[in-house]
T-cell receptor
Framework: NAGVTQTPKFRVLKTGQSMTLLCAQDMNHEYMYWYRQDPGMGLRLIHYSVGEGTTAKGEVPDGYNVSRLKKQNFLLGLESAAPSQTSVYFC????????????FGSGTRLTVV | RKEVEQDPGPFNVPEGATVAFNCTYSNSASQSFFWYRQDCRKEPKLLMSVYSSGNEDGRFTAQLNRASQYISLLIRDSKLSDSATYLCVVGRGTGNQFYFGTGTSLTVIP
C-alpha cells in the first residue's frame, strides 16, 4: 500500500520556467491538499480539493494552479516560477469525516534560481 | 493573528523526563484537533487526535480546552526516539482544512 506518492522529489527551476508536481493516493480518500513549508512559517495551505473535479483556494494560492481530474490524483502547477516559490511542497489526503487526520506524501524540494 | 501558536522551543530534556507542549488556536469554529510529529527533512506524521475528554496513547496524553482554545501534549518517560518537532494542528472549514502551528522542537538527551 503506497499511501500518498509525490513526484518529483527534488527539482531546480530557473525563474520563469513552469512545472507540475504530481500527487497520487491509493487510499480512496475524498479530500486532497497541497501545502508549502518554509522555515519559521510552518505549513501553509495552497489549494485543496473535496472531490474529483473540484478545487478551492487556501491561504497562499497566488502563483499556483491545481487540477483534480481523477479522484486519486491532485496536480499542482507553477506557470512562471519565482524565487519566492522555493520551498518544500507536501501533498496530503484524508477521508472526509472530521475525526480523520491527513496522510502526507514525502515532499518535493523545489529550488527556483 | 496566527491560527495556531506554539512555543518553538527548543526543549532539551534528559531521557526519562516528562515534557509538556502547549498551543493555542484563534478560531472558535475549529472542529478537529491533532498532534503531528515531524522528523528532520521528513513529512509530518500523525501522532494522535485530541478529543474534548482528553485521551492517552501509551506515554502520550493530549488535552483540549475548548473554552480557552488551548491544546496540550504530555510526553512521559521520554525516549531518544521522541526527538522531533511536534506540530499542533486544528481543522475546520468545508474541506476539513488543517492549520498548523510552526512546531515545537524536542531533543531528548542521553
Amino acid at each position: 500500500n503506497a499511501g500518498v506518492t509525490q513526484t518529483p522529489k527534488f527539482r531546480v527551476l530557473k525563474t520563469g520556467q513552469s512545472m507540475t508536481l504530481l500527487c497520487a493516493q491509493d487510499m480512496n480518500h475524498e479530500y486532497m491538499y497541497w501545502y508549502r513549508q518554509d522555515p519559521g512559517m510552518g505549513l501553509r495551505l495552497i489549494h485543496y480539493s473535496v472531490g474529483e473535479g473540484t478545487t478551492a483556494k487556501g491561504e497562499v494560492p497566488d502563483g499556483y494552479n491545481v487540477s483534480r481530474l481523477k479522484k486519486q490524483n491532485f496536480l499542482l502547477g507553477l506557470e512562471s516560477a519565482a524565487p519566492s516559490q522555493t520551498s518544500v511542497y507536501f501533498c496530503a489526503s484524508k477521508l472526509s469525516r472530521e475525526r480523520y487526520g491527513y496522510t502526507f506524501g514525502s515532499g518535493t524540494r523545489l529550488t527556483v534560481v | 493573528r496566527k491560527e495556531v501558536e506554539q512555543d518553538p522551543g527548543p526543549f532539551n530534556v534528559p531521557e526519562g523526563a516528562t515534557v509538556a507542549f502547549n498551543c493555542t488556536y484563534s478560531n472558535s469554529a475549529s472542529q478537529s484537533f491533532f498532534w503531528y510529529r515531524q522528523d528532520c527533512r521528513k513529512e509530518p506524521k500523525l501522532l494522535m487526535s485530541v478529543y474534548s475528554s482528553g485521551n492517552e496513547d501509551g506515554r502520550f496524553t493530549a488535552q483540549l480546552n475548548r473554552a480557552s482554545q488551548y491544546i496540550s501534549l504530555l510526553i512521559r518517560d521520554s525516549k531518544l526516539s521522541d526527538s522531533a518537532t511536534y506540530l499542533c494542528v486544528v481543522g475546520r472549514g468545508t474541506g476539513n482544512q488543517f492549520y498548523f502551528g510552526t512546531g515545537t522542537s524536542l531533543t531528548v538527551i542521553p
